[in-house]
């Protein structure tokens, strides 16, 4: 099955344009969560980052991006899929033109300077942006491939999923009062659409849920505000025929939702695309 990828915007826009989009990381908090307002509506604030928890995150975002739960085996995927994002790599889906690829391997070779990735550095920045494999080809597949086999190449994988995905997503939820689930739900949105401030951006999503439905921080019901929430990121994945199945919340996130199950307690069932998956 396709790997499926967050949108982003190429064609209409220069690289520079593309670059600065993808690369600015939206105004989150990062300070500790204002006090909640008493109200039966709010549960306790969950976390996502619990060691336990971000297996079952990292397993549940492997099932939609790469129809399997074993996130690890992922560091050495590679691919064009033909969605107009060049390649699209790793356990995150890093792609060549959307800049958090070149963000990767700049931090990479940053740490590890004599890398078998550092040599396509300068075409990584000419192709950014756009679709193009200029540079690139099967040489920079094998040498993504030889890197992935290492665990410092690993460990800058999993450094920037954690700085541009993960942590902006649980910081922003547990700032709204979220629990685990709705930690999650905020992680798997910011993975498909990026972060920004645009309308298809995670932020914009968010924007238009709290247009609906207080938060639980505002004192509004968790509940309704992630219905709200999932309701307008599906109005933007149906935008685009890449993400217009949109089974990963239909009978994944909101199987949760409509369990009650807000700590992600184990085990687990839930299914997308078709295809059928358990945490235990």
């Known amino acids: 099955m396709s790997k499926k990828l967050r949108p982003v915007l190429v064609g209409a826009l ?30 306790a604030v969950g976390d996502l980052s619990a060691p336990a928890k971000k297996e079952i995150a990292m397993k549940l975002v492997s099932s939609a991006e790469n129809s399997s739960l074993d996130w690890k085996a992922q560091y050495k995927y590679i691919e064009d899929i033909g969605d107009g994002r060049g390649y699209t790599a790793g356990i995150i889906g890093f792609c060549s033109g959307t800049g958090d690829m070149l963000e990767l391997v700049e931090a990479y070779t940053n740490a590890v300077p004599d890398n078998p990735l550092a040599k396509f550095l300068p075409a990584l920045r000419k192709v950014n942006g756009t679709d193009s494999h200029a540079g690139l080809g099967s040489a920079f597949e094998s040498a993504w491939k030889q890197a992935a086999a290492t665990s410092a190449f690993q460990t800058a994988q999993n450094n920037e999923r954690d700085r541009v995905y993960f942590n902006p997503a649980v910081n922003q939820g547990k700032s709204d009062g979220l629990s685990t689930l709705g930690q999650f739900i905020y992680y798997d949105a910011i993975v498909m659409h990026g972060p920004g401030s645009s309308s298809d951006s995670f932020g914009g999503i968010r924007r238009t849920a709290m247009q609906k439905a207080k938060t639980p921080a505002q004192g509004g019901n968790e509940t309704t505000y992630l219905k709200a929430f999932l309701d307008a990121r599906k109005v933007i994945m149906k935008q685009e025929e890449a993400h217009a199945d949109t089974s990963r919340v239909d009978t994944e996130q909101l199987v949760f939702l409509n369990a009650g ?8 069932k839930w299914k997308v695309y078709g295809d059928s998956y358990t945490i235990n």
């Open 14 to 43: 220069g690289a520079a344009s593309v670059a600065a989009l993808v690369v600015t990381t939206p105004a989150f908090s990062s300070a500790a969560p204002a006090p909640l307002a008493a109200s039966a509506s709010v549960r």
């Open 261 to 268: 199950n807000f700590d992600l307690k184990t085990p687990l």
